[in-house]
C-alpha cells in the first residue's frame, strides 16, 4: 500500500503510513459511524502547506488559520510565532473561522456567500478541502483507508 518508491523515500513512505493509520483514516471511519446513526457530520482536509512542501501539512497546522495567526497558537511543534500570513492565506483563516463559529453557533459550518461544506455520507465519501482555493473531494485516501479499514474493527 506504501512503496517507498512512490514516495521518494522510506521516511516519507512511513510518515504517511503514520498519518494514514493514526488520524486520516480513524477520522474517516468515526465520520463514517456517526453520519451512519443519524449524526450530522462533516469532514474536511487541510491541504495548504503554510511550511513548505518539505513538511507538508503536518497535524495541527491548521490551528493557526483557525485562531488567526502563528502568534495567537503559541509553540504548536514546528511554528514560528514570527511568520505572518500572505493575503490569500488571511482570506482562508477568515474563511475557516467562519465555518468553525457557524459550527460552533449551529451546528452547521455553512453561511450565506462561502463554499459549500457538504455533510458528511458514507456513500459519496465528500468532504471539502480547506486550501487557498476551497475546492470539495470524494473518497479521501479511499484506498489506504479501506485497507485500514479491514484491519480495525
Request: aromatic share 14%; proline share 7%; glycine share 8%.
Amino acid at each position: 500500500m506504501y512503496p517507498s518508491a512512490s514516495y521518494g523515500s522510506p521516511g516519507a513512505a512511513f510518515a504517511d503510513v503514520f498519518a494514514d493509520f493514526a488520524m486520516v483514516c480513524p477520522t474517516r471511519m468515526t465520520a463514517r459511524a456517526l453520519s451512519s446513526a443519524g449524526v450530522v457530520t462533516y469532514l474536511y482536509q487541510f491541504a495548504h502547506e503554510p511550511l513548505g512542501a518539505a513538511l507538508g501539512t503536518p497535524h495541527s497546522v491548521e490551528l493557526p488559520f483557525i485562531f488567526g495567526g502563528w502568534e495567537n497558537v503559541g509553540n504548536i511543534g514546528f511554528g514560528d510565532e514570527s511568520l505572518t500570513f500572505t493575503p490569500e492565506q488571511k482570506q482562508l483563516s477568515s474563511v475557516m473561522q467562519s465555518y468553525w463559529f457557524n459550527m460552533a453557533k449551529s451546528g452547521d459550518p455553512n453561511s450565506a456567500g462561502a463554499a459549500a461544506w457538504p455533510k458528511y455520507d458514507p456513500v459519496s465519501d465528500e468532504s471539502i478541502v480547506l486550501d487557498l482555493t476551497l475546492s470539495t473531494q470524494a473518497g479521501l485516501k479511499k484506498d489506504h483507508c479501506d485497507f485500514w479499514d479491514q484491519l480495525t474493527p
